[in-house]
């Protein structure tokens, strides 16, 4: 079975602090995509980044990184310098490469940043 | 490009009725997606439609059905309702299912109370 953890529930950093969140996923397929979403107050979930499971290079899109490490079956993502804007909940997933449609979430990591 | 647009945004609803909510795709993408959300079980996926056929279900009893029509917009009808299914519904779409996953965009949601 698909299962994906995000063991982190809240945190809680200062602006312009790096915070790292944590993904970890269960999964027998070989072939698999991984995804993080972000989920603001308004409700509606901003997709950030794909990755198939055939791609460990890291990626950085401006303040955010992810580390992919599948000898540890974790997807983890980082924010550095963050900002007051970045708080929100945020949504590691999975899905298996025939069933594109069907995304499996972890339970969120809910992210506050003061100023 | 619209985004996705889900209709209503809120409703109300008392035991035993009955809902329908409605989801219109990203232009050009043909794949719709439902999923469910609440504080205690988080994001579950209900169903994925494709050309107007179901493609993956979730595991949710069968008061929870859908349907897609030619132009890829989709509904989702619940049947006999619950204060259990009280909770955010979330409609996604994509390019299409099958073997490469794309990623899905989600709408704002469509926020169900049960009274």
């Known amino acids: 079975a698909q299962k994906v953890t995000q063991a982190q529930t809240e945190i809680s950093v200062v602006e312009k602090e790096d915070v790292t969140l944590d993904c970890v996923y269960e999964?027998?397929?070989?072939?698999?995509?991984l995804f993080w979403y972000k989920q603001p107050p308004s409700g509606e979930l901003v997709f950030l980044i794909r990755?198939?499971?055939?791609?460990?290079q890291n990626e950085i899109s401006g303040r955010y990184s992810w580390n992919f490490q599948k000898s540890t079956s974790s997807f983890n993502f980082t924010i550095t310098a963050s900002q007051v804007v970045d708080s929100a909940v945020y949504f590691c997933?999975?899905?298996?490469?025939?069933?594109?449609?069907?995304?499996?979430f972890g339970q969120g990591t809910e992210l506050s940043v003061k100023p | 490009k619209a985004g996705v647009t889900q209709t209503p945004r809120y409703l109300i609803k008392t035991r035993g009725q009955q809902v329908t909510l409605s989801c219109s795709p990203i232009?050009?993408?043909?794949?719709v997606s439902w999923y469910q959300q609440t504080p205690g079980q988080g994001l579950q996926f209900l169903f994925e439609?494709?050309?107007?056929?179901?493609?993956n279900k979730g595991n949710f009893p069968g008061r929870f059905s859908g349907r897609q029509f030619s132009n890829s917009r989709s509904e989702m009808n619940v049947s006999t309702l619950e204060l259990g299914d009280s909770a955010l519904y979330l409609c996604?779409?994509?390019?299409?299912?099958?073997?490469?996953?794309?990623?899905?965009?989600f709408g704002p949601g469509t926020r169900l109370t049960v009274t």
């Open positions: 990755r198939n499971s055939f791609d460990e």
């Open positions: 999964t027998r397929d070989t072939t698999y995509y």
């Open positions: 439609y494709f050309s107007e056929t179901q493609r």
């Open positions: 232009s050009g993408h043909r794949s």
């Open positions: 997933a999975l899905s298996r490469s025939n069933q594109g449609g069907k995304l499996i």
């Open positions: 996604a779409s994509s390019l299409t299912t099958g073997a490469a996953s794309y990623e899905q965009y």
